[in-house]
């Protein structure tokens, strides 16, 4: 189920490949960017029970200002410096590992997604159970993301597994 501005209504569902999807996404990133600037915008409740929303609208600040510079030659009204561009430049690939700290691999892993099947079941993998498996290991998975199925489990499940993300999955 899609919520507000197309916000999936959990984290770690919905498919981040839909176009709608990263709309209503870049939408919150926008209005609580400029929320930061003072301005009077509303924030989906949503972005704000995000654990990192705070530095995320940090990090979209910068990105923001670097790309307008940038896109527009410093033909803007705050162009940033040579130097701050640089800075700003090499410490993109830190601002974006702080995001991913604690972050559980099937969440965000590129567009890998591992799925531990012994942490589907527990202690003894119940055939009359199958359904609430494959719901939770669709759940995990998402669409067009690269998946890779591992951990302790019988064949069946691993099969069974396997069968529904058919098709679901860019690569398996």
């Known amino acids: 189920m899609v919520g507000e501005l197309g916000h999936p209504a959990a984290w770690g569902g919905g498919s981040w490949l839909s176009r709608e999807q990263r709309k209503g996404a870049e939408e919150a990133l926008n209005n609580a960017y400029r929320r930061l600037r003072k301005e009077e915008v509303g924030v989906p409740e949503w972005y704000g029970s995000f654990p990192s929303s705070q ?3 940090k990090i979209w600040s910068s990105l923001v200002e670097l ?8 033909m803007i ?3 940033l410096r040579m130097s701050t561009i640089k800075n700003k430049a090499e410490e993109i690939p830190t601002w974006l ?3 991913l700290e604690g972050t559980a691999d099937h969440v965000v ?3 890998r997604v591992v799925i531990n099947l012994k942490e589907l079941y527990g202690e003894v993998a119940k055939l009359d159970e199958l359904p609430d498996y494959l719901d939770k290991a669709q759940s995990l ?4 993301n690269d998946v890779v199925l591992t951990g302790q489990a019988p064949v069946w499940l691993y099969l069974a ?3 529904t ?4 999955t860019r690569r398996l």
């Open 55 to 57: 530095e995320l609208t």
């Open 67 to 74: 790309r307008n510079t940038l896109a527009h030659c410093a």
């Open 77 to 79: 009204e705050e162009p």
């Open 97 to 99: 590992q702080s995001l």
């Open 109 to 111: 892993y590129g567009r």
């Open 141 to 144: 998975a998402g669409e067009g």
């Open 161 to 163: 597994i396997a069968h």
């Open 165 to 168: 993300l058919h098709g679901k």
